[in-house]
């Protein structure tokens, strides 16, 4: 089982940048698909970027595509939410996610990850 701890949210005005980060420990993190996920209150957990095992391959929502990129550093077991321009309406708290199945390329349906970390909080003023 591997266990994910993600940080980097905090309060920051709109058109500001903020850089999540998910350590993974306890699994061979350089094999699994990775992804972060977001939900707002009273809304359901919605996707927001993925990322390949390797880090070839990107796949991001709409409503972040241009603003919001993720990637990996496999040597630290961590993957990153760099996100720019933000909203108000990105508030919500993050929550990263590992592929349950090994070497697949992006994904962002969340049933198919197996294991979530406990969520970050962002939140974004206008």
């Known amino acids: 089982q591997v266990q994910l701890v993600e940080s980097g949210g905090g309060l920051v005005q709109a058109g500001g940048s903020l850089r999540l980060s998910c350590a993974a420990s306890g699994r061979t993190f350089s094999s699994y698909a990775m992804g972060w996920f977001r939900q707002a209150p009273g809304k359901e957990r919605e996707f927001v970027a993925a990322i390949s095992w390797d880090g070839v391959n990107t796949y991001c929502a709409d409503s972040v595509k241009g603003r919001f990129t993720i990637s990996r550093d496999n040597a630290k077991n961590t993957v990153y939410l760099q996100m720019n321009s933000l909203k108000p309406e990105d508030t919500a708290v993050y929550y990263c996610?590992?592929?349950?199945?090994?070497?697949?390329?992006?994904?962002?349906?969340?049933?198919?990850?197996?294991?979530w970390g406990q969520g970050t909080q962002v939140t974004v003023s206008s």
């Open positions: 996610a590992v592929d349950q199945l090994k070497y697949r390329t992006v994904v962002h349906d969340p049933s198919l990850f197996a294991s």
